[in-house]
């Protein structure tokens, strides 16, 4: 069983920056994939970014390509989204997630955390 609790979001002003964090408990979370997500109010739930195990793989949805890098720390448990130059459009809850595939697509996790939220001012 692996539980996630993300944390660093907030209101921003259009062009800030952000850094979100995602920390892991469990003695099963060893070779696991993490992925970000968000939700917007009234629409779906995206994909945001994702990394593997490793670290070595790396993966993006193209509106956040160059503003957001994901990262984690294998020894602290602790994964992390940098986001900059934000946008009033990336206003939403903010997911991390883990699973057995660094995946782009929400069914590849079966582990959620609660949301942070980012809110971004024009």
């Known amino acids: 069983q692996v539980q996630l609790a993300e944390s660093g979001g907030g209101l921003v002003q259009a062009g800030g920056s952000l850094r979100l964090s995602c920390a892991a408990s469990?003695?099963?979370?060893?070779?696991?994939?993490i992925g970000w997500f968000r939700q917007a109010p009234g629409k779906e739930r995206e994909f945001v970014a994702a990394?593997?195990?490793?670290?070595?793989?790396?993966y993006y949805a193209d509106s956040v390509k160059g503003r957001f890098t994901i990262s984690r720390d294998n020894a602290k448990t602790t994964m992390y989204l940098q986001m900059r130059n934000l946008t009033p459009e990336d206003t939403a809850v903010y997911y991390c997630?883990?699973?057995?595939?660094?995946?782009?697509?929400?069914?590849?996790?079966?582990?959620w955390g609660q949301g942070t939220q980012v809110t971004v001012s024009s």
């Open positions: 997630a883990a699973g057995r595939f660094a995946g782009i697509i929400s069914t590849d996790y079966n582990y």
């Open positions: 469990g003695r099963t979370f060893i070779g696991y994939g």
């Open positions: 990394i593997n195990w490793t670290g070595a793989n790396t």
